[in-house]
């Protein structure tokens, strides 16, 4: 089971990381929401949780709960600029369905 980041994701945690002054890695995790039913929410960590999967991937420590890494095994995070937008992007084999604006996935 794994969590990667793309180069360019984890420079761009790296450069919170860094300016936020504290944190040893990044939580990804899932929450029930949207019309698709589960959206991607993403946290700084100070404090690893029992229980929780830690991963590292470009130098930066993933952190997932086992509820999450079920639907999260294999995703690739990127982070892109498009015109005025930027953010974090999830290539995800297990979603199955997005709605339309991007927000949810479904598996």
């Not at 029992?50 to 294999?74: A, C, H, N, R, Y």
């Amino acid at each position: 089971m794994a969590i990667n980041l793309t180069e360019v994701a984890a420079q761009r945690v790296k450069s919170f990381l860094q300016s936020r002054g504290k944190g040893i890695g990044l939580r990804i995790g899932i929450k029930t929401t949207g019309c698709s039913g589960m959206a991607y929410v993403l946290e700084f960590v100070d404090e690893v949780l029992d229980g929780d999967e830690v991963f590292e991937s470009q130098g930066v420590k993933l952190i997932v709960d086992p509820k999450s890494l079920t639907f999260l095994d294999g995703t690739q995070v990127d982070f892109a600029k498009e015109g005025l937008n930027e953010g974090f992007q999830f290539s995800n084999p297990n979603a199955k369905d997005a709605c339309g604006c991007g927000e949810s996935f479904t598996v």
